[in-house]
């Protein structure tokens, strides 16, 4: 069965710290991962997009990686804001163009 | 570019009446998903359409939910009765086909009384 499993589940950090999010998956055949952010009330955005032969991906202070062999892919945070705040969510794409949705990492910055 | 348009943004009803969720996708996007998201999990596929045509619809529970895209724009998401385990937000997203980005929409956050 396809599963996403993220942790932790939630996670406190001040601001300024930097934090790591874990994504572990068994979706097979893998055809590419995703982590979007998802602000209360709103829908989730696109942050990364990691494809089997990526390793590291950054976008500003936002950088995934990723081990295809483990099936493990991590979202570090540098120097968080406090605008950090929000679900963040790992999506994997699978056979048939399917998505597996994790259930997410809550993450509170505070100052 | 417009995003993803969703309405209402919220709604409150009680068991067993019917509920409806609209969705306009972006302007060219072939494909329209309509999520659940109860709070504090990932959203759950309930169906996913190209065009006018459902390519995947086993979530959905089809004794009370139903879903049509009659001209493979606008999508409207039915429920009917509602119950109090509906309670979640219903995120509607669109990519260009069915293997590039899904963009969300804001969602409809449903509360069954």
């Known amino acids: 069965k396809n599963q996403v499993e993220q942790s932790p589940q939630s996670l406190i950090i001040l601001e300024g710290k930097n934090c790591t999010l874990q994504c572990n998956y068994t979706v097979s055949p893998f055809s590419n991962l995703r982590w979007y952010k998802q602000d209360t009330g709103r829908g989730p955005v696109s942050l990364t997009i990691m494809t089997f032969s990526e390793n590291t991906k950054s976008n500003g202070r936002y950088t995934a990686t990723l081990d295809a062999d483990t099936k493990q892919s991590s979202l570090h945070i540098t120097a968080s804001q406090l605008s950090d705040s929000a679900s963040y969510i790992c999506v994997v794409r699978g056979a048939g163009n399917m998505l597996t949705f994790g259930g997410g990492t809550r993450l509170m910055v505070k100052p | ?113």
Do not use: M
Not at chain 2, 13 to 27: G, M
Not at chain 2, 52 to 69: H, I
Not at chain 2, 84 to 107: H, I, K, M, P, W
């Open chain 2, 1 to 113: 570019e417009a995003g993803v348009a969703q309405s209402p943004r919220y709604k409150i009803i009680e068991k067993r009446q019917s509920v409806a969720f609209w969705c306009n996708p972006i302007s060219g996007h072939a494909t329209l998903y309509w999520y659940q998201q109860i709070l504090g999990q990932g959203p759950k596929l309930l169906i996913q359409f190209q065009n006018n045509g459902v390519v995947d619809d086993s979530q959905l529970p089809k004794d009370r939910f139903s879903a049509e895209r009659l001209k493979g724009v606008d999508s409207t998401l039915k429920i009917q009765p509602a119950k109090l385990e509906d309670s979640a937000v219903y995120l509607c997203a669109s990519s260009r086909t069915a293997n590039t980005e899904a963009f969300f929409g804001q969602g409809t956050r449903l509360t069954v009384v």
